[in-house]
């Protein structure tokens, strides 16, 4: 059985990265194969390097605010390119008000600063779809 394949992406102009590094390890630890984007990702960039690594999970780390601008844009790229079947995340600094709308568009998981690193693993584990349709 092949790896879990996780990019994960830090969108927007935000460029603290650290939580995306030790969310990248904790995976890598946890058995997936990662996949840092780096700073400065634009939904198109992201959709293209999910595309291109045959991603079963896409991960952004978004501090900035922009989750209401670039989460629905990433989603509608994913549908595009028949990707509407990977498992999106999304961490970082969102209030509790934005977390339905994202999940309406299709996120799955929220994960706020001090969220246990297993729980990441644990829900990426139960919730990815175990074959490419």
């Known amino acids: 059985m092949r790896k879990l394949r996780v990019v994960i992406a ?6 603290h990265d650290r939580g995306a590094k030790v969310i990248a390890r904790a995976l890598r ?6 996949i840092y984007t780096g700073l400065r990702q634009t939904p198109e960039m992201i959709a293209n390097a999910a595309l291109q690594e ?5 991960g952004l780390s978004i501090l900035s605010g ?4 670039i989460a ?6 994913l549908k595009a ?3 509407d079947d ?10 509790q008000v934005d977390i339905p ?13 001090g969220t246990p690193m297993h729980e990441i693993v644990d829900f990426i584990n139960a919730n990815v779809r175990t074959s490419r349709g």
């Open 54 to 58: 045959d991603a079963d999970v896409v």
């Open 10 to 15: 830090k969108p927007g102009l935000d460029g």
């Open 101 to 113: 709308r994202l999940e309406a568009i299709g996120v799955k998981g929220v994960f706020l600063p």
């Open 29 to 34: 630890d946890a058995g997936m194969e990662v």
């Open 72 to 77: 629905p844009k990433l989603m509608e790229l």
């Open 66 to 69: 922009a989750h209401n601008h």
């Open 86 to 95: 990977v498992l999106v995340l999304v961490g970082g600094i969102i209030p």
């Open 81 to 83: 390119k028949g990707l």
